[in-house]
């Protein structure tokens, strides 16, 4: 009598372990998904901070290299020294 309640219960615990285990597994596998695809966004951030940071550098120096354009084009147009010199001042 004994002995058959034990296979019984052996077998219970044998198969709520597998029940339990199984889906431990698919939330430990999901959860490790997760966690890369959250540092693969956080790559991807990081990337588009530094592009933006790149273009904004660029856009500055641009900017920088036409007002320096304009301001030697009216120097150069300057026709007596003194104005060249007032102009030269002014930037």
Known sequence: MWSGRRKATRGFLTASLVALTVPAIIVGWLGWMLLQS??????????ERLTNAAILAVGSLEQAV??????????AEASDSSRAAEIFALG
């Open 66 to 75: 036409v007002t320096t354009e304009q301001h030697l084009t009216a120097v």
């Open 38 to 47: 959250d540092r693969e966004l956080d790559r991807q951030r990081v990337q």
